[in-house]
């Protein structure tokens, strides 16, 4: 049998009912592989001892038959949830030994189904970057190279410490949120599954804001089946959140049905984005041959405001985020730097407080929102997203579901972007028109490209059929059978 | 759209983040190189069409006006970085 921490969420959820190993045994063997992989950086806290009770009264839970949805199952939190009693960080600095007295709704779903906590992963400051790299706490490390080449390749981001976590066989599951393409982005780079559920399907309660407009958070895991598993114990309607849907959660895993028969799959082609490399597109390619051989009709559709969902996002996000990033003044928690009065001590703190990204959306968001220049870009950028979401509301009045590839390329090597931001943004070509519209987008493993790094497709849906979505990229999942797993280097 | 020294520290000001003179240069070149990107937008004809107000379509929920929550001062102030008895600590804002 594989160590139990390169078990599946469903397989391991299977041992525990089975009774093979104990929930203890499987979160030791998650710790052990976590402090074995220090150098990967996907962490910033562990908490072992909290992991250890979590699993014990797991154990006692399942002996008196009390079994939530991932009863014993080791999860990792992106940095960005606040737990209880657990350092909250965001990755910036500003956040220094910030402790919430309350805990997230998704977290606390993942608790009340039997979640055992393991720790709180590294991510890109505040949630703002495409490659980990500006986290306060330095950049996570990707699990796969490039044959025969030991430079390090960033994972993605912004949930780049989960997609390490997650792909290098730490824990089998953990949760990621997605602005822009922070779950299926960094998805793609590591060869997991990252879904990014429909906005209102998950609370945000309790999640550090960054754009509240389009934050939503997910599941990362190592297959779709994990995917769906994850996204049942964390969804659900919160009164807490005005934004959170009044639905019930369905059963994702019954929607993997292996059978695609009937359904119509969209084929955009404004995603053939300019200087796509032809691996991408060959990729996509063998992805729509996959779904026409499993008895899906494959249809071209046009997406004609997909170029502009980019730069309307670099309006919308910013202004967001300037706004919800107010917050941070050195008053009532985390950084305080001193300063000769109140303004100052303001200022001084936000300078040191917040990185460079950080502090440059900061600005961008502050300049499109000031007196005189709302209407030219907030407004003109508000309409264009109407416009996105109009083009996504009539194509599906036609197809099921719409099939892309994730990124524009494979992972790539740290430093080698961060001096142009555009190049940078350019990362999330792809994914962000569905947070522009809301829509569910997943992205599930589908290759390698030349270099031997793992390659994404993106399956979108209409809004709140995740079900779909899963049972979609699970067909594209079994016809890949893209087992992908790095060669473990990492371990100590 | 091309910004000026003058203008980043304006904003800077607004934001509330201490920018050095010698940062400002820099930052304007990197702005306005953003700013310059995102006019491709002016290219969509967006007369007549409504901006986005909700990502999905949905009716913001009613709820009764009464307290929920809070009355936990202890809470509030846990991770205050300065604080004597119930309040957050600054400095002197009224002469």
Same mark, same amino acid.
């Given at each position: 049998?594989?160590?139990?921490?390169?078990?599946?969420?469903?397989?391991?959820?299977?041992?525990?009912?089975?009774?093979?190993?104990?929930?203890?045994?499987?979160?030791?063997?998650?710790?052990?592989?976590?402090?074995?992989?220090?150098?990967?950086?996907?962490?910033?806290?562990?908490?072992?001892?909290?992991?250890?009770?979590?699993?014990?009264? /797991?154990?006692?839970?399942?002996?008196?038959?009390?079994?939530?949805?991932?009863?014993?199952?080791?999860?990792?939190?992106?940095?960005?949830?606040?737990?209880?009693?657990?350092?909250?960080?965001?990755?910036?600095?500003?956040? @220094?030994?910030?402790?919430?007295?309350?805990?997230?709704?998704?977290?606390?779903?993942?608790?009340?189904?039997?979640?055992?906590?393991?720790?709180?992963?590294?991510?890109?400051?505040?949630?703002?970057?495409? /490659?980990?790299?500006?986290?306060?706490?330095?950049?996570?490390?990707?699990?796969?190279?490039?044959?025969?080449?030991?430079?390090?390749?960033?994972?993605?981001?912004?949930?780049?410490?989960?997609?390490?976590?997650?792909?290098?066989?730490?824990?089998?599951?953990?949760?990621?949120?997605?602005?822009?393409?922070?779950?299926?982005?960094?998805?793609?780079?590591?060869?997991?599954?990252?879904?990014?559920?429909?906005?209102?399907?998950?609370?945000?309660?309790?999640?550090?804001?960054?754009?509240?407009?389009?934050?939503?958070?997910?599941?990362?895991?190592?297959?779709?089946?994990?995917?769906?598993?994850?996204?049942?114990?964390?969804?659900?309607?919160?009164?807490?959140?005005?934004?959170?849907?009044?639905?019930?959660?369905? @059963?994702?895993?019954?929607?993997?049905?292996?059978?695609?028969?009937?359904?119509?799959?969209?084929?955009?082609?404004?995603?053939?984005?300019?200087?796509?490399?032809?691996?991408?597109?060959?990729?996509?390619?063998?992805?729509?041959?996959?779904?026409?051989?499993?008895?899906?009709?494959?249809?071209?559709?046009?997406?004609?405001?997909?170029?502009?969902?980019?730069?309307?996002?670099?309006?919308?996000?910013?202004?967001?985020?300037?706004? #919800?990033?107010?917050?941070?003044?050195?008053?009532?928690?985390?950084?305080?730097?001193?300063?000769?009065?109140?303004?100052?001590?303001?200022? #001084?703190?936000?300078?040191?407080?917040?990185?460079?990204?950080?502090?440059?959306?900061?600005?961008?968001?502050?300049?499109?929102?000031?007196?005189?220049?709302? @209407?030219?870009?907030?407004?003109?950028?508000?309409?264009?997203?109407?416009?996105?979401?109009?083009?996504?509301?009539?194509?599906?009045?036609?197809? @099921?579901?719409?099939?892309?590839?994730?990124?524009?390329?494979?992972?790539?090597?740290?430093?080698?972007?961060? /001096?142009?931001?555009?190049?940078?943004?350019?990362?999330?070509?792809?994914?962000?028109?569905?947070?522009?519209?809301?829509?569910?987008?997943?992205?599930?493993?589908?290759?390698?490209?030349?270099?031997?790094?793992?390659?994404?497709?993106?399956?979108?849906?209409?809004?709140?059929?995740?079900?779909?979505?899963?049972?979609?990229?699970?067909?594209?999942?079994?016809?890949?059978?893209?087992?992908?797993?790095?060669?473990?280097?990492?371990?100590? | 759209?091309?910004?000026?020294?003058?203008?980043?520290?304006?904003?800077?000001?607004?934001?509330?983040?201490?920018?050095?003179?010698?940062?400002?240069?820099?930052?304007? +070149?990197?702005?306005? +190189?953003?700013?310059?990107?995102?006019?491709?937008?002016?290219?969509?004809?967006?007369?007549?069409?409504?901006?986005?107000?909700?990502?999905?379509?949905?009716?913001?929920?009613?709820?009764?006006?009464?307290?929920?929550?809070? +009355?936990?001062?202890?809470?509030?102030?846990?991770?205050?970085?300065?604080?004597?008895?119930?309040?957050?600590?600054?400095?002197?804002?009224?002469?």
């Amino acid at each position: 049998m594989a160590a139990l921490n390169e078990l599946t969420l469903a397989e391991a959820r299977d041992g525990l009912r089975r009774g093979d190993f104990t929930s203890v045994e499987l979160t030791q063997a998650c710790l052990a592989a976590v402090e074995a992989a220090r150098g990967l950086n996907a962490f910033t806290t562990v908490t072992s001892g909290r992991a250890l009770t979590m699993a014990r009264e /797991s154990d006692a839970r399942r002996r008196a038959g009390t079994i939530g949805k991932i009863e014993g199952l080791p999860i990792a939190v992106k940095d960005l949830f606040a737990v209880q009693g657990v350092p909250t960080t965001a990755c910036s600095h500003i956040l @220094d030994g910030f402790k919430p007295t309350y805990e997230s709704t998704v977290t606390a779903n993942l608790w009340r189904e039997g979640g055992v906590m393991i720790g709180k992963t590294n991510m890109d400051e505040f949630a703002m970057g495409s /490659s980990n790299e500006t986290s306060h706490y330095g950049p996570v490390v990707n699990p796969w190279r490039r044959p025969g080449d030991n430079r390090p390749l960033v994972p993605g981001g912004s949930s780049g410490g989960s997609a390490s976590a997650v792909a290098a066989r730490l824990v089998p599951g953990a949760t990621g949120t997605d602005t822009g393409g922070s779950i299926r982005q960094p998805a793609a780079f590591t060869g997991i599954v990252g879904l990014k559920p429909t906005y209102g399907r998950c609370s945000r309660w309790g999640i550090v804001a960054f754009a509240s407009s389009l934050d939503q958070a997910g599941p990362m895991a190592r297959t779709v089946r994990d995917a769906a598993i994850l996204l049942g114990a964390m969804a659900g309607f919160d009164g807490k959140d005005s934004t959170s849907v009044e639905a019930p959660v369905p @059963d994702y895993e019954q929607a993997l049905t292996g059978d695609v028969r009937g359904l119509t799959i969209g084929i955009p082609a404004e995603y053939r984005v300019e200087g796509m490399p032809a691996e991408i597109a060959a990729l996509w390619e063998q992805g729509i041959a996959w779904l026409e051989q499993h008895g899906a009709q494959v249809t071209e559709i046009r997406l004609p405001h997909t170029k502009y969902a980019l730069p309307a996002y670099y309006i919308v996000a910013p202004a967001e985020a300037s706004s #919800n990033l107010a917050r941070y003044d050195g008053v009532r928690f985390g950084l305080r730097v001193a300063g000769e009065n109140l303004d100052q001590l303001y200022e #001084n703190t936000r300078a040191q407080g917040f990185g460079r990204e950080v502090r440059r959306r900061i600005l961008i968001g502050t300049y499109v929102l000031s007196a005189g220049y709302y @209407d030219a870009y907030y407004l003109k950028a508000q309409q264009v997203r109407t416009l996105i979401a109009e083009d996504f509301r009539k194509a599906f009045a036609t197809v @099921d579901a719409i099939l892309t590839p994730t990124t524009p390329t494979a992972a790539f090597a740290q430093q080698e972007r961060l /001096s142009d931001p555009i190049a940078m943004y350019l990362n999330d070509v792809l994914t962000v028109p569905a947070n522009m519209a809301g829509i569910p987008g997943l992205s599930v493993p589908a290759g390698v490209s030349k270099e031997g790094l793992p390659l994404g497709l993106q399956v979108l849906g209409k809004p709140f059929d995740e079900a779909t979505v899963l049972r979609v990229g699970h067909t594209i999942e079994q016809a890949a059978r893209a087992s992908l797993a790095p060669t473990p280097w990492w371990r100590s | 759209m091309s910004l000026d020294k003058a203008t980043v520290a304006r904003i800077a000001k607004l934001a509330r983040i201490a920018v050095p003179e010698s940062e400002l240069e820099s930052l304007a +070149g990197e702005l306005s +190189g953003i700013l310059t990107w995102i006019e491709q937008l002016n290219e969509v004809n967006t007369s007549g069409v409504e901006p986005m107000t909700s990502a999905v379509a949905m009716t913001l929920r009613m709820r009764e006006d009464r307290v929920t929550d809070g +009355g936990d001062p202890e809470k509030v102030l846990a991770n205050a970085p300065e604080r004597t008895d119930t309040f957050f600590v600054v400095p002197k804002v009224v002469e």
